[in-house]
């Protein structure tokens, strides 16, 4: 019994410990950044405790690339995106929640055929309607293709669908609408599950590339992920510390909010895989 | 009372209206019109676009990088796909045990989901630089000679996949640990007065348990397997000999620095095929996991 | 009607949101450039300098100059911009994007556009191997700007240490191989300094260029639909290249990283790098050690392609556009910043009579290094460039990697890419 006990410890500290190497390995590219990104630049690839910190690298990467710019414009690609992802799937759940309607089976795999079709297996096709609708090179059209979000949809109708049917009647008899009853009970009800699909939302739409890089062509448009990719272009001949410098600047809006709201954060994407 | 019926069928679609024309707009016409375009020729200003029947396919079968692309894609899904899940879980396990400091571990490990995939890309490369990179530098230590992971063709693959594990991983850890939550406490307790082994508890009580879960980590591992190619872009552009190309970024490729549609329309049939065989296999697959249960 | 509406909803919002000023003045001509970079150091902001140095000088011109990243994505972007309808009227791109462009029907000679004698001296003014990339069908569509050559950058400090001397650095293939071996420090297995680094991913055909060249073979014919990938001399040329790692082993075996190949440099892991001479100034600025320049050694004579971005005038501009942009092409070409350009980034001087200036004279006899790549220019031959220029490319690139790599043997490889190169060309001949 006892040596069991013992050889259960050791293995329970062997556990531990590898997952605390795991953990390092983990973050070891942020401790890098932090690294490579206050120190000057001969000590990038060289590690040496005494080596002097600056705070050039990222003066320099300020000035070498309109990151102000891109941080509006991915600022607004995020509120856009999110605005118009939480009025498309609200109205979309909220009819597959409640209402009978003919082919609403149909309509409802159909659109669950979204979650398999992302938009960027589409890019093509895609881009040659955004150059139809005149788009091409403007931050509605990075984010025209996501707005209607079937994993929105698919999330809101879920908590839609717990919400007791009596409330609804209830504010029924009181003459509400419809679109009242959507406002009043409905979406007041499902805030957690909002504040889930948001952050869900904001941290793919902060990190999203492949469509961004497709669509836009110029600063004014360029979220931050692409002009760090154009930044940072290894054609250009890496430069370790003034690249990690822009990375941090780049995530660090939402490298802090993580840190600040770490408990929310998390519940948060618990809560938007909870089905 | 028909009539209200028929109103309330109304509403039902009117509702759904939005997303509708959304959807239609950038999901089902591209679709459609993606398989359209694969049976034209690419057109320029000297030669217009015209019907071509399968001369694309013909090409597509015949066009040796396309092959290769596709072999390193189902290596790619085949390698990401049950590693980040099982890392993802057994991060799990440990963030919701009796770790000491486990909500910094809990952390590390969701980290790497708030950074964009574009701008770790350039510290990865750090990472795998030849003679000047991290992994090289620790190794020389230990007298190993330096490899050039990012130019040989034997390990640049791998070395991707590794990236994408590392970027996946801990996101589908918090949907793991969300449902662990959901277990309760008493279930261990119980199994353990009974003498079972943790791993026995493991197998046979919680890894059940959380087969809807692991179903929805293992979806979206399968799309990400097809989708995450945005590290490609800085590190090795596909190369060398397209030895870490992936079928989106060489779909990419064709599109855009080729100037090649029509091919790259046939190239994302082919694609799409792939989601759909995937998508119709699950269901199949989660419609007797529901009679199961 | 929906799709106007929807575009006019879009550009307004998009407008409303950034708070852009629409309006400018009745008379002024906005130009609107796109421009790569593929080099190290802070080259946008030194564009964007001359660029405002223009406006003051031309104030009824407003130029919109957008860094639009490496060469590939600078031609995506100005391509895309032109089919949406986007503004853009000349652009700097790839000198040997020319075939595609005009297959494109984007852009229009520079003999259309020029009017005056002097316009026609000027245009006749650049050195004749920097026009090959420009010229096709007997017209001239692109004007050099931002060229290169390739040059060997060698570690003085280096050569000293193996006992050479570093005032003469490797001039033969054979000379490169037997100071490589010198240079090349071991200890036990691991490397601690190679011979000679020569990139191979990024530009692989480029650095192959030079290498076929100075086998005495060049890569494709002037209309650029017929390439001689498995030609002897260039199979011969591949070779060499792989036998560096291979069989000499004063180069690392697998590919090498364009990217990282400077830091590498100068961290002393290789004595010797090929690299554009648009590196230069980024490497004066960086390297702890005295270093050199040289001409990339010989075979059966000396060879590098030049390389890098052209001006264009699109087709898609009105004439007062199109003299706009004459008016900024001429004023950045002109010599004082032509000898301005190159020094503050080590890309050649286009014209003969930008050395000729004063500042570029002093700059070239305080450091003759700035000098290598223009006296490279008598050996130097046009860079690849055919129609289905990414394709033909890509198919050159991906044999040399899968050479170097040793997957295939460089006569197999070759002969393979030649094969599918002759089946994307067959329709222009």
Sequence with gaps: MRTANLKEKISLHFEYGAAYLLALIWMLPLIYAFWSAFHPSEYATRFDLLAPLTLDNFREAWSQAPFARYFLNTFLLVSIILLAQFILCTLAAYAFARFEFPGKSIAF???????????EVLIVENYVTMSQLNLVDSIVGIGLPYMASAFGIFLLRQTFKTIPKELEDAARVEGCSALQILWKVYVPLARPTYVAFGLVSVSYHWNNFLWPLVITNSVTTRPLTVGLAIFGAPESGVDWSIITAGTLLAVAPLLVAFLL?????VQSFMHAGIK | MNQRRSRFQ????????????????????????????????????????????????????????????????????????????????????????????KSLVRMSFFTPTVLPMIAVANIWLFFYSPDIGLIDQITSSFGIASHNWLGD?????????????????GFFMIFYLAALQTLSPELEEAARLEGASRWYYFRRVMFPLLMPTTLFVLINAIINSFKLVDQLFILTKGGPDNASSLLLYYIYEVAFSFLDQAYASTLTVVLLLALAIIAIGQFVFLDKKVHYR | MLTTLKHKAGKLTIAAALGLGMASSASAVDLTMYYPVAVGGPLTKVVDGMVEDFEKANPDINVNAIYAGNYNDARIKALAALKSGEPAQTSVMFSIDIYELIEQGAIVPFDDVVET???????DGFYPALMENGKTRDKTWGIPFQRSTIVMY?????????????????????????????LTKKNGDTVEQWGAMIPSTGYPYWMFGALAMQNGQTLMNSEGNETYFDAPATVEALQFWQDLGNKHGIMPTGTVEWATLRQNFLEGKTAMMWHSTGNLTAVKKDASFDFGVAMLPAQKRRGSPTGGGNFYIFEKSTPEERKAAMKLIRFLTEPERTAQWSIETGYLGTRPDAYSTAELTQYV??????????????FATAELSTFQNGRVRKLLDDAIQSVLVGDKTAAEALGSAQKQADRLLKNYR
């Design chain 1, 109 to 119: 795999a159909l659109v669950l055929i979204q979650l398999m079709i992302m938009p």
């Design chain 1, 261 to 265: 709201f770490q408990r929310q954060f």
């Design chain 2, 10 to 101: 109304i509403h039902g679609w009117l509702l759904l209206m939005p997303a509708a024309i959304f959807l239609i707009a950038f999901t089902y016409y591209p679709t459609l019109a993606t398989l359209a375009k694969s049976f034209f020729s690419q057109g320029n200003a000297i030669k217009p676009s015209r019907f071509v029947g399968l001369e694309n396919y013909e090409f597509l079968i015949t066009d040796e990088v396309f092959w290769k692309v596709v072999g390193n894609n189902v290596i790619y899904a085949a390698t990401t796909i049950p590693i980040s899940i099982a890392l993802a879980l057994l991060m799990a396990v440990w963030v919701n045990g009796r770790l000491p400091m």
């Design chain 2, 153 to 169: 063709p034997d390990t640049v693959l791998g070395c991707i996949i590794v990236i994408t594990i590392w970027k996946e991983a």
């Design chain 3, 117 to 123: 004698a002097d316009e026609k001296a000027w245009l």
């Design chain 3, 154 to 182: 060698y570690n003085k400090d280096a050569f000293r240490a193996a006992g050479l001397d570093p005032e003469a650095p490797p001039a033969t293939w054979d000379e490169l191989v037997e100071a490589g071996k010198k």
């Design chain 3, 365 to 378: 006899q305080d450091f003759p290094p700035a000098a290598v790549a223009r006296d490279q220019l008598e």
